[in-house]
């Protein structure tokens, strides 16, 4: 190893516990499956009904012309056909799915990846991993893991947007001295909306935060009776050697 290599800085993230730490993701990702279950059942509801006519067709085809044959079996293959593309629209490369994934997940993931940058720049790491990527990693020590710095960035970032946020808003209410009633009740409902929004991303931050807390303690607690485990059975094991080599001194 070079003297250069020696001096690299290297950081790693778990991605997957980044993601699942923060709140809005978790409700992009939420969203993002209600969808596709929508989507799921009305392509079994479809898939169901052609099998009812093929089924129906194969029961009835010795009491049928064949032209009623024949119109029947392209009916089936032009409904089939028909389910294929709807699959395609929702699940294919540029599909529903694709896109509003890109809608609803893209811009939490864009926030990771900036927060990573930042810590790297201003920690001046070489090289950030992904350890919940493809890269393999045999060891990793704790203390190189940079993945809480990286929610409590977004966490910062996020709180800062929202008193901005609430800033603009008494702005606007301001300025809007002259409206009606009606527009300014309007007004009052979406900002009570956007406090009670705010109200629970804080509250699911605060439950993330103690489930985190609550890991953090069952991983020392099972480390540290691990350690009391092999101290016990290197105790054991020298109180073993020592009552052998005893035994081998009355024996000669």
């Known amino acids: 190893m070079t003297v250069a290599q020696k001096n ?23 969203s993002l499956d209600a969808k596709v279950e929508k989507w799921k059942a009305r392509l079994d509801k479809e898939a169901r009904a052609i099998e009812v006519l093929k089924t129906d067709l194969t029961n009835e085809k010795a009491i049928l012309t064949k032209d009623l ?8 293959s032009i409904k089939q056909e028909s389910l294929r593309r709807l699959e395609s629209l929702y699940f ?26 930042t810590i790297a720049s201003r920690k001046k790491y070489d090289f950030v991993f ?22 409590q960035m977004i966490n910062i970032d996020q709180r800062r947007q929202a008193k901005k946020d609430k800033i603009e808003a008494k702005k606007s209410l301001l300025k809007n001295d002259n409206l009606s009633d009606e527009q300014k009740e309007r007004i009052a409902k979406r900002e009570e909306l956007k406090k009670k ?56």
């Open 8 to 30: 690299q800085r290297i950081a790693y993230i778990d991605m997957e516990y980044i993601l699942q730490s923060i709140p809005a993701y978790l409700e992009a990702q939420n």
């Open 69 to 76: 044959i024949e119109e029947r079996e392209e009916d089936i």
């Open 92 to 117: 294919g490369p540029n599909g529903d799915m694709y896109n509003l994934r890109k809608q609803l997940v893209k811009p939490v993931q864009d926030q990771v990846y900036n927060a990573v940058q």
């Open 130 to 151: 992904d350890k919940s990527g493809d890269l393999v990693m045999l060891y990793s020590n704790k203390k190189h893991d940079i993945s809480d710095l990286v929610v």
């Open 197 to 252: 929004k705010e109200a629970d991303r804080l509250a699911k931050i605060k439950q993330i935060e103690e489930k985190r807390k609550q890991r953090l303690k069952e991983r020392a607690d099972k480390r540290k009776l691990l350690q009391e485990k092999r101290k016990a059975l290197l105790k054991a094991q020298e109180e073993a050697r020592k009552k052998k080599e005893e035994e081998t001194k009355e024996n000669k």
